[in-house]
């Protein structure tokens, strides 16, 4: 297997099915990557959603919600890939995303990494803006290597909210990410993202000033 996609959900019934849809309608051969969600103590009907799609996905069901850490550390210790695309539950993705991905990074022996632009979408998916991915960094749309992952302890359980930040913050100090200039990746901007958790992002950014001073 080269590649295992991890999608951490928690109650996204409106939005789960289209990120698994966009996966599913990925060029690349499906003997190449895997899909695996993790969903995460969901009580609504994301669970049967994920059913409808069982012949073609991976699916660990968590009794409880564990938080989003706990939830992709489960899908990567379950991952057979060499390398490892985190894909949040109300995200799409442009058809060539992984394909584009792993050939930068397989091709490139140096790059421990990669990692693309992506486009704010709204929930009717217009086009927002576009973003560079490393001016204006977020959790998905990298292709890590497995074994770095592993080597750095996976996310920290402890950070409910930034723990991408403290994901990447480790990852550079011992590796590299190299960036593509495509807008592969598509981020939905709605109410429920959790980034809107304002009280919540200030009391983890403070922590991981703490961890990282």
């Given at each position: 297997?080269?590649?295992?996609?991890i999608?951490?959900?928690?109650?996204?019934?409106?939005?789960?099915?289209?990120?698994?849809?966009?996966?599913?309608?990925?060029?690349?051969?499906?003997?190449?990557?895997e899909?695996?969600?993790?969903?995460?103590?969901?009580s609504?009907?994301?669970?049967?959603?994920l059913?409808?799609?069982?012949?073609?996905?991976?699916?660990?069901?968590?009794?409880?919600?564990?938080?989003?850490?706990?939830?992709?550390?489960?899908?990567?210790?379950?991952?057979?890939?060499?390398?490892?695309?985190?894909?949040?539950?109300?995200?799409?993705?442009?058809?060539?995303?992984?394909?584009i991905?792993?050939?930068?990074?397989?091709?490139?022996?140096d790059?421990?990494?990669?990692?693309?632009?992506?486009?704010?979408?709204?929930?009717?998916?217009?086009?927002i803006?576009?973003?560079?991915?490393?001016?204006?960094?977020?959790a998905?749309?990298?292709?890590?290597?497995?074994?770095?992952?592993?080597?750095?302890?996976?996310?920290?359980?402890n950070?409910?909210?930034?723990?991408?930040?403290?994901?990447?913050?480790?990852?550079?100090?011992k590796?590299?990410?190299?960036?593509?200039?495509?807008p592969?990746?598509?981020?939905?901007?709605?109410?429920?993202?959790?980034?809107?958790?304002?009280?919540?992002?200030?009391?983890?950014?403070?922590?991981?000033?703490?961890?990282?001073?």
């Amino acid at each position: 297997m080269k590649v295992s996609v991890i999608v951490p959900t928690h109650n996204r019934e409106k939005y789960i099915g289209r990120a698994i849809r966009s996966l599913l309608d990925q060029v690349w051969s499906k003997q190449n990557y895997e899909i695996i969600v993790v969903n995460d103590g969901s009580s609504d009907q994301t669970e049967a959603i994920l059913n409808v799609f069982s012949d073609s996905i991976k699916v660990i069901n968590l009794p409880k919600n564990t938080g989003l850490p706990y939830a992709c550390n489960a899908g990567i210790k379950q991952a057979l890939g060499k390398f490892i695309v985190r894909v949040d539950d109300d995200d799409y993705l442009h058809e060539d995303f992984l394909k584009i991905l792993y050939s930068f990074i397989e091709f490139n022996k140096d790059f421990d990494a990669v990692c693309c632009d992506y486009l704010l979408v709204d929930e009717e998916e217009r086009v927002i803006e576009r973003r560079n991915s490393e001016d204006h960094p977020i959790a998905c749309g990298i292709m890590f290597k497995k074994d770095n992952l592993v080597d750095i302890g996976l996310y920290d359980e402890n950070f409910l909210y930034n723990e991408e930040k403290d994901l990447r913050a480790r990852y550079l100090k011992k590796y590299n990410i190299h960036r593509i200039e495509l807008p592969l990746y598509r981020y939905m901007m709605h109410s429920g993202n959790m980034t809107r958790h304002k009280d919540k992002m200030a009391f983890f950014k403070k922590a991981l000033s703490e961890k990282h001073k």
